[in-house]
Antibody
Framework: EVQLVESGGGLVQPGGSLRLSCAASGFTFSIYSMNWVRQAPGKGLEWLSYISSGSNTIYYADSVKGRFTISRDNAKNSLYLQMSSLRAEDTAVYYC???????????WGQGTLVTVSS | EIVMTQSPATLSVSPGERATLSCRASQSVSSNLAWYQQKPGQAPRLLISGASTRATGIPARFSGSGAGTEFTLSISSLQSEDFAVYYCQQHNNWPLTFGGGTKVEIK
């Protein structure tokens, strides 16, 4: 069974940093491209970042470029999102997501809530 | 950035009826369009990719059509478990973008 389990969310002050993790199991993580997608409370879905299987190709949404960094450790079957200079508008549930196509999201985690507030 | 626009925002449908959801792209995305279903408190679920290819385990009552800038998700006979929010997403260009969603509610 495919599982993606996010962790690392919580309450952080504006301007602060947080590192999210996503532990993968049940599939060959090392050959899949992965993504982070977020959803603000009561709002729609927003794609944030993509990383190829070998970390050679990385993309970011303009809203997080320069502040967020995606990375992965295939030996640990893990995906990460380092977030810095956090703003109130970054408050959301953050999902890791991936699939065979790389740009569609067949697999999703349960999400981790990040709240940016003083 | 390609802007995805979904309509209507809310669709009221009786169980057993057909539902038709629309998604429009601000420029052509070829057939690179996916649909997702999301229920409250849950992660989204992939229904369709490539405009018309159902994902694994998705019932045949869900069908997708369209190409270029105009796309449709049809649910042939709504079941109770189909009442949810549906999102389209283009997977043709970076950045990947989602539509704002259509809520399918019980009439």
């Amino acid at each position: 069974e495919v599982q993606l389990v996010e962790s690392g969310g919580g309450l952080v002050q504006p301007g602060g940093s947080l590192r999210l993790s996503c532990a993968a199991s049940g599939f060959t993580f090392s050959i899949y491209s992965m993504n982070w997608v977020r959803q603000a409370p009561g709002k729609g879905l927003e794609w944030l970042s993509y990383i190829s299987s070998g970390s050679n190709t990385i993309y970011y949404a303009d809203s997080v470029k320069g502040r967020f960094t995606i990375s992965r450790d295939n030996a640990k079957n893990s995906l990460y999102l380092q977030m810095s200079s956090l703003r109130a508008e970054d408050t959301a549930v953050y999902y890791c997501a991936g699939g065979r196509g790389g740009t569609t999201f067949e697999y999703w985690g349960q999400g981790t809530l990040v709240t940016v507030s003083s | 950035e390609i802007v995805m626009t979904q309509s209507p925002a809310t669709l009221s449908v009786s169980p057993g009826e057909r539902a038709t959801l629309s998604c429009r792209a601000s420029q052509s995305v070829s057939s690179n369009l996916a649909w997702y279903q999301q229920k409250p408190g849950q992660a989204p679920r992939l229904l369709i990719s490539g405009a018309s290819t159902r994902a694994t385990g998705i019932p045949a009552r869900f069908s997708g059509s369209g190409a270029g800038t105009e796309f449709t998700l049809s649910i042939s006979s709504l079941q109770s478990e189909d009442f949810a929010v549906y999102y389209c997403q283009q997977h043709n260009n970076w950045p990947l973008t989602f539509g704002g969603g259509t809520k399918v509610e019980i009439k």
